[in-house]
């Protein structure tokens, strides 16, 4: 059971925009601006898409953004493209217990 | 353009130690702000922080697995590896090295990882 709960998947048109959330508690997400966002494709490493709630890495398209509220982070994907389907993880610092957590995963589907 | 790659046997025999190391190119094991981190995920499944190792000898390991894993650097060979003993099926996953520049889950370059099946 992962710390982080996320959607275990969602699913959009192209073109669309999609949010994903990801639950923590007070002691996580709701504690630090440490809350990151990871891309992962079939077969390959995941990818950072946000980091410190609302980052971008260089060469991460601005389609994608962050934010937070309370103890739920959320990604949201604009102009959703079919390259975008993938899945997708979130992760917090936890501070001195666990230290890092990862939600469960969500599945995008791009219909 | 930091690059890393993970090696190792990829299958260990239960009760035993998996080894891992991780080559890093393009960048230092040594810089500062940078922490070198293990990361795993059962095929199918979720992601598991493993720990990570910062060069002046900071270490932070996932308490569920603190009692059975050794992070440690090389700074000579710019390798940083991964121990974790007593293995179980349970520990079969493709398992990745990534840097992480905000000692706080911002893993910006990850290896390409390598699977590792515990099995008789």
């Known amino acids: 059971q992962s710390a982080l709960t996320q959607p275990a998947s969602v699913s959009g048109s192209p073109g669309q925009s999609i949010t994903i959330s990801c639950t923590g508690t007070s002691s996580d997400v709701g504690d630090y601006n440490y809350v990151s966002w990871y891309q992962q494709h079939p077969g390959k490493a995941p990818k950072l898409m946000i980091y410190d709630v609302s980052n971008r890495p260089s060469g991460v398209s601005s389609r994608f953004s962050g934010s937070k509220s309370g103890n739920t982070a959320s990604l949201t994907i604009s102009g959703l493209q079919a390259e975008d389907e993938a899945d997708y993880y979130c992760s917090s610092y936890t501070g001195s217990g666990t230290y890092v957590a990862f939600g469960g995963g969500t599945k995008l589907t791009v219909l | 353009q930091v690059q890393l790659q993970e090696s190792g046997p990829g299958l260990v025999k239960p009760s035993e130690t998996l080894s891992l190391t991780c080559s890093v190119s393009?960048?230092?094991?040594?810089?500062?702000?940078?922490?070198w981190s293990w990361i795993r995920q059962p095929p199918g499944k979720g992601l598991e922080w493993i720990g990570y190792?910062?060069?002046?000898?900071?270490?932070k390991y996932n308490p569920s697995l603190k009692s059975r894993v050794t992070i440690s650097v090389d700074t000579s060979k710019n390798q940083f590896s991964l121990k974790l003993s007593s293995v179980t099926a349970a520990d079969t996953a493709i398992y990745y090295c990534a840097r992480d520049s905000r000692a706080a889950t911002a893993l910006d370059y990850w290896g390409q990882g390598t699977l590792v099946t515990v099995s008789s």
């Open positions: 393009g960048g230092s094991v040594s810089s500062a702000g940078n922490y």
């Open positions: 190792i910062y060069y002046i000898g900071t270490i």
